[in-house]
């Protein structure tokens, strides 16, 4: 059985509830198939290319150890900056030159961000970071695998929480932080993606609605996903998709490039 959808343009888009899979209406046209939906880029979305040159040193000075109140501090910083990088380069971590080494000393400044040690492991073949919430409410997570001594991939979430445990979304203050990774700053900055996929979960289906929207470059080793708690709503007995772009949590998946077909990794 198929539902109506209208967004804000009085577009009228259908979709299989069986699938439960949602795109994103007014900002780019669909194809839906059984199991994940791919949307085409829209080729009258302005692009620009990026002026900025990735300048990467195989050599990084270990970050000096810092006391809680500036571990957040930086935390802000990088988030917002990034360092001055481009991704896949990740604050000052590049998927396929930065060392094992390299990168232990970088995350071993934030330890004082770990409320324990099953938070954080740095081993031969990967490691992982994740810190408490930070006074704000920021929280950041950063796993990342080894290939013969170099980091193969960088897996970061990040995430807005209010008492430790529940989840705040259409944050404004995340919002400002997290500006550098919108879905409108990232379509100008790395250009069409090869891949739009939206997916959705309906066993969750109901009040809470979650859908996530990936924007996948293979070739540039870039994964962006917006996961937001209300894709649809309901009015009238219609599903209704209420923002675009979506307004949700942000995380990204790192990588020298991609060999796989990203729809291999979104069906699980």
Same mark, same amino acid.
């Given at each position: ?69 500036? &571990? ?27 060392? $094992? ?68 979304? &259409?944050? $404004? ?40 929207t990936l924007l996948y470059y293979p070739d540039k080793g870039i994964v ?45």
């Open positions: 059985m198929k539902y109506q959808i209208k967004n804000k343009s009085n577009i009228k888009i259908f979709i299989n509830l069986n699938v439960l899979i949602f795109i994103l209406t007014s900002c780019l046209s669909s194809a839906v198939d059984e199991s994940i939906t791919e949307i085409s880029p829209n080729p009258n979305i302005k692009i620009t290319t990026p002026t900025v040159t990735q300048a990467v040193s195989k050599t990084q000075t270990p970050i000096p150890s810092l006391s809680v109140e500036d &571990a957040e501090a930086r935390v802000l910083e990088f988030l917002k900056t990034n360092t001055g990088c481009v991704l896949p380069c990740w604050w000052g971590i590049t998927p396929g030159i930065t060392t $094992s080494d390299e990168i232990s000393s970088i995350l071993e400044s934030f330890l004082g961000l770990v409320v324990s040690e099953v938070r954080y492991e740095f081993s031969e073949s990967g490691g992982s970071l994740l810190m408490r919430p930070l006074s704000n409410g920021i929280r950041v997570g950063i796993q990342y695998l080894i290939h013969e001594n170099a980091i193969s991939m960088i897996y970061v979430k990040t995430e807005m929480t209010e008492n430790t445990y529940d989840l705040v979304y &259409a944050d $404004s203050f995340y919002q400002e932080v997290m500006s550098e990774y919108t879905l409108e700053v990232i379509l100008t900055r790395y250009g069409k993606p090869n891949q739009i996929l939206v997916r959705s979960f309906s066993d969750l289906a109901g009040h809470f609605n979650p859908f996530q962006v996903q917006y996961f937001s708690p209300n894709g649809l709503i309901t009015e009238n007995d219609e599903f209704i998709l209420p923002t675009c772009p979506p307004i949700g949590h942000i995380s990204l998946r790192l990588c020298p490039r991609f060999k796989n077909d990203i729809k291999r990794n979104t069906t699980d």
